[in-house]
């Protein structure tokens, strides 16, 4: 089960939305650098960044930020907020991230994320951020009255090597992950699944743990963080549980 602590990124600061508002954030003191350092230093191995003057604007924004993060530490990232072209998903790329989230750009445009799966394979995970049951889209203003299970089933074979599924609904409250829907979309998927949204306690982290044979692949911890609620010494020890 891998644990991926988040990072997002507002005018060079680390953020936190609820419900994905950016009306509702909180800003912390730290920096996105010395956040991921202090990650690093307590032995993650993985790291999910978002950023959303990216989301916002369709472009790169903190791209340097980004680089700075992947040239001082050795962790596995994936960033996601507002990749809409190849060119985009190439810098990341060159930058030595991981994975490159693909949101509203790929739901809107399936041949955009066929076209990128096939240029970088291994390299692009789908973000799915869902509401009762349909997808949004643009910063999860925009309802697209596609229900998620009937978006899965036509781009399962494109080659995504990762889905992070997000329940809007729970994302920054802190009131768990939507485990019982996500674990739905899970079977349905032929590739690895990130729970995200909600994480409240270090048992959620232990449920997630336990649906290991369910295709999840791990899990994505934010606010909890934050707010003092999960201590990353606490979470640490689920590395190694």
């Known amino acids: 089960m891998k644990i991926f602590p988040a990072i997002d990124i507002k005018d060079k600061k680390c953020v936190r939305l609820v419900k994905g508002d950016f009306d509702n954030k909180t800003e912390y003191e730290t920096s996105p650098s010395d956040q991921a350092g202090k990650y690093k230093d307590h032995g993650f191995k993985n790291l ?108 399962n074979d494109f080659g995504v090597s990762r889905l992070i599924y997000t329940d809007i609904n729970r994302d920054g409250t802190k009131a768990s992950p939507n485990f019982d829907e996500t674990v739905k979309i899970a079977e349905m998927s032929k590739f690895p699944v990130i729970i995200s949204g909600g994480v409240s306690s270090i048992n959620d982290i232990k449920k997630a743990r336990k649906l290991n044979d369910k295709n999840i692949e791990g899990i994505i911890v934010g606010k909890a963080i934050y707010d003092g609620d999960i201590k990353l010494d606490q979470l640490a020890k689920e590395l190694d549980a």
Do not use: M, P
């Open 48 to 155: 999910h960044i978002v950023d959303l003057d990216g989301a916002l604007t369709g472009s790169t924004v903190n791209l340097n930020i980004i680089q700075e993060i992947v040239s001082k530490y050795d962790l596995k990232i994936e960033v996601g907020g507002g990749v809409r072209s190849i060119d985009s998903i190439k810098k990341y790329v060159d930058s030595g991230v991981e994975k490159v989230i693909l949101g509203s750009a790929a739901i809107k445009n399936k041949e955009f994320l066929k076209e990128a799966c096939t240029k970088f394979k291994n390299k692009i995970a789908l973000g799915l951020d869902t509401k009762d049951g349909n997808l949004f889209a643009s910063g999860w203003k925009e309802n697209l009255n596609i229900k998620t299970s009937d978006f899965l089933k036509e781009v």
